[in-house]
């Protein structure tokens, strides 16, 4: 039980850390509607997803499988950004880049720790959860297919003749591409993480 607390935790921390910081980056900009919608905040309540945020991470976590979720989408409004084609890019991006952050500061404080603390100490523990689940939540949420962050990169080159039929294309069936994705795309997926994780030291 412990253990099963220790992961849904972990997984809320960092979905409060990524929306907080979509509504940061938005505000940053000049709008001020995830600030308005309460979302400005660090308060993990205001961004919760029953679905996404409280049952799929705990039954994960119950049955032992890799905590993942999702919290409530942000509000903003594209037009009060100062950044203009820029501006959706940054926002989207400021929220898996946030748990690629958290996730090499966790590692780093975890190895430095290391040194005085054995490893089942909760803290410990906490910590190596929480790192392997920002790296999942920064990696999975960069690839550019709708409704994911990284697919206002893509959005936003939209209106390029080449770019244009692809860019349409995947905002139209976005959602049965990142289903495709994920199914059949398994194995790079979990090749990618493991290098990423590797690359902290944890594997």
Same mark, same amino acid.
């Given at each position: 039980?412990?253990?099963? #607390?220790?992961?849904?935790?972990?997984?809320?921390?960092?979905?409060?850390?990524?929306?907080?910081?979509?509504?940061? %980056?938005?505000?940053?900009?000049?709008?001020?509607?995830?600030?308005?919608?309460?979302?400005?905040?660090?308060?993990?309540?205001?961004?919760?997803?029953?679905?996404?945020?409280?049952?799929?991470?705990?039954?994960?976590?119950?049955?032992?499988?890799?905590?993942?979720?999702?919290?409530?989408?942000?509000?903003?409004?594209?037009?009060?950004?100062?950044?203009?084609?820029?501006?959706?890019?940054?926002?989207?991006?400021?929220?898996?880049?946030?748990?690629?952050?958290?996730?090499?500061?966790?590692?780093?404080?975890?190895?430095?720790?290391?040194?005085?603390?054995?490893?089942?100490?909760?803290?410990?523990?906490?910590?190596?959860?929480?790192?392997?689940?920002?790296? %999942?939540?920064?990696?999975?949420?960069?690839?550019?297919?709708?409704?994911?962050?990284?697919?206002?990169?893509?959005?936003?080159?939209?209106?390029?003749?080449?770019?244009?039929?692809?860019?349409?294309?995947?905002?139209?069936?976005?959602?049965?591409?990142?289903?495709?994705?994920?199914?059949?795309?398994?194995?790079?997926?979990?090749? #990618?993480?493991?290098?990423?994780?590797?690359?902290?030291?944890?594997?």
């Amino acid at each position: 039980m412990l253990l099963i #607390a220790i992961r849904f935790g972990a997984v809320i921390l960092a979905l409060t850390f990524h929306e907080f910081m979509h509504a940061f %980056a938005a505000y940053l900009q000049g709008d001020k509607t995830a600030q308005y919608a309460g979302r400005l905040t660090l308060n993990p309540l205001v961004h919760i997803d029953p679905m996404g945020t409280i049952f799929l991470p705990l039954m994960l976590s119950i049955a032992g499988l890799p905590a993942f979720g999702w919290a409530k989408p942000v509000p903003y409004n594209p037009y009060n950004l100062r950044n203009g084609r820029l501006g959706p890019v940054l926002v989207g991006l400021a929220g898996p880049f946030t748990n690629l952050s958290l996730f090499f500061i966790s590692a780093g404080l975890y190895h430095v720790l290391l040194a005085t603390m054995p490893q089942d100490n909760l803290l410990m523990v906490f910590l190596y959860v929480f790192t392997l689940v920002n790296g %999942a939540l920064g990696l999975f949420n960069i690839v550019p297919i709708p409704p994911l962050d990284g697919s206002k990169v893509l959005m936003a080159f939209a209106d390029h003749p080449k770019i244009r039929p692809i860019a349409l294309f995947v905002e139209k069936n976005g959602f049965f591409i990142l289903l495709a994705y994920i199914f059949l795309n398994t194995p790079g997926l979990n090749w #990618a993480y493991a290098k990423l994780v590797s690359m902290v030291g944890l594997i």
